[in-house]
């Protein structure tokens, strides 16, 4: 089967479908993915291109029930969803909610939390309704539905890994409370007391808020760069190393396993890599499968031989 493997990881040119029920029970600490969403089908993404709308959501829920007995118990699945119009109206879809509820509801997963990814850099789309008629707002928040199926939901998580830097007001405060606050304790305007010296304490960092706001606009990464320079189209739909980094840092642990059942470019592969987490990429696209090797290539010359190889049907093995 095409792929490759790298120190931690191995990249599958296959059907999740079949994959995800090759691999152990119980095992996957972590599944972050981004799925073809519903109003893409014109990008051309393999196989997605054959699924109606309004089969979406059931197509989706077949990848998450398989998925469900490959993750750990105290495991998580985070989906990258967004939302859509519907069909020529100006109408948003219920797609991500009838998922969410299907989710809970029929397979019986428990939800961690809506975390919010705004995407800094998105375009104002659709155009129609965004800048020709003026009558919607430009959507920059994509979903990230955070899953576990711990049955109280508590999960493998730690927010103090992905701490916020504090503020300069908060940085000041820590270092020198008395030129804000008179006396040991303070009382908010919701009446909530605060002591003076629990709120100084400084943990490090400020605590995320579940809005992630990162742009998706690298443009020299090597992935870019090499497909730049050998004419190979990029992927379309990439999200950003960032937002990767956020989940795969606060879910899981060094040496645990992280999955992407719909890998793309794999930034989800090179991210666990870069944090030496073990991963499983897998996407259908024997292209997207073959260039996505370029995150692990420091020359051209290199990316090029092991573009070819995997496009020829080979499973290749790149060592640094
Ligand atoms: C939104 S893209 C993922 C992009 C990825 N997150 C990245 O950063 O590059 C969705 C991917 O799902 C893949 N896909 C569609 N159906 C699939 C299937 N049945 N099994 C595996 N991958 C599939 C498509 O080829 C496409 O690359």
């Known amino acids: 089967m095409a792929g490759y493997n790298t120190q931690y990881g191995r990249f599958i040119c296959d059907s999740s479908l079949n994959v995800l029920d090759s691999l152990e029970d119980n095992s996957i600490n972590l599944i972050v993915t981004s799925p073809p969403f519903s109003n893409q089908r014109k990008k051309k993404y393999t196989n997605f291109d054959e699924v109606p709308q309004d089969e ?9 029930k398989k998925a469900y007995n490959k993750l750990a118990p105290n495991g998580s699945l985070v ?19 009838e998922f969410l509820l299907k989710m809970v509801k029929e397979l019986n997963y428990n939800l961690c939390q809506t975390v919010y990814w705004n995407n800094t850099s998105a375009l104002p789309l659709p155009i129609q309704y965004v800048n020709i008629e003026k009558i919607r707002l430009k959507n920059s928040l994509n979903m990230n539905m955070w899953f576990t199926k711990a049955p109280d939901g508590r999960c493998k998580a730690d927010n103090k890994k992905v701490l916020n830097p504090y503020s300069s007001r908060m940085q000041k405060f820590i270092d020198k409370p ?3 606050i008179k006396g040991e304790q303070v009382t908010r305007p919701s009446g909530n007391v605060l002591t003076v ?13 579940n809005l992630l706001s990162y742009p998706n606009s690298s443009s020299n990464d090597s992935y870019q760069r090499f497909c730049k320079e050998l004419n190979i189209k990029l992927h379309p739909a990439r999200y ?20 992407d059942i719909f890998g793309g ?18 996407d259908i696209s024997q292209e997207y499968a073959a260039s996505s090797i370029f995150r692990f290539c420091d020359n051209l010359e290199q990316a090029k031989m092991f573009y070819d190889r995997i496009m020829s049907g080979e499973d290749v093995i790149i060592k640094k």
């Open 178 to 180: 008395e030129s804000f």
């Open 265 to 282: 470019s794999n930034t989800t592969g090179k991210v666990a890599e870069d944090l030496k987490r073990r991963w499983i990429s897998i």
């Open 56 to 64: 979406y959501v059931d197509w989706l829920l077949q990848f998450a």
């Open 79 to 97: 989906i990258d969803i967004r939302s859509a119009y519907e069909k020529r109206k100006a109408v948003e879809s219920l797609y991500p909610y």
């Open 240 to 259: 950003p190393y960032k937002l990767i980094e956020f989940w795969v840092n606060f879910l899981t642990d060094e040496n645990d396993l992280v999955v």
């Open 197 to 209: 010296k629990s709120w100084r304490k400084d943990n490090g960092g400020a605590i995320a808020s």
